[in-house]
């Protein structure tokens, strides 16, 4: 059974960095995909990066384009979501989720697993 756990999350302040960790356990890990989402109360989950199944090509959403980089490292079975010059919108729970698909932009109805979440939290 495949299982996502992704750490990493915490308060930062405005311009901070933070990185972000999801290791995947329980099946081969190139098989997968990786996508990073993000969701606030009372909005829908949104897209964050993707990576796809060797790293050759990544998605980022418009607003972290330039800020966030997205990588992975398959001997350790763990996709990184790196978080430079971080704003206070930048707020959420991030998700990590594994998917056999690549498709640009990402849906998040092609990854079939998911991580519990991690909370960043940005203060101005």
């Known amino acids: 059974q495949v299982q996502l756990v992704e750490s990493g999350g915490g308060l930062a302040q405005a311009g901070d960095s933070l990185r972000l960790s999801c290791v995947l356990s329980?099946?081969?890990?190139?098989?997968?995909?990786i996508g990073w989402f993000r969701q606030t109360p009372g909005k829908e989950r949104e897209t964050v990066a993707a990576?796809?199944?060797?790293?050759?090509?990544?998605y980022y959403r418009e607003s972290v384009q330039g800020r966030f980089t997205i990588s992975r490292d398959d001997a350790k079975n763990t996709v990184y979501l790196q978080m430079n010059s971080l704003k206070p919108e930048d707020t959420a729970v991030y998700y990590c989720?594994?998917?056999?698909?690549?498709?640009?932009?990402?849906?998040?109805?092609?990854?079939?697993?998911w991580g519990q979440g991690t909370q960043v939290t940005v203060s101005s």
């Open positions: 989720a594994a998917g056999t698909l690549w498709l640009e932009p990402p849906r998040e109805r092609e990854y079939d697993y």
């Open positions: 329980g099946d081969t890990f190139s098989m997968y995909a």
């Open positions: 990576i796809d199944w060797i790293g050759k090509s990544t």
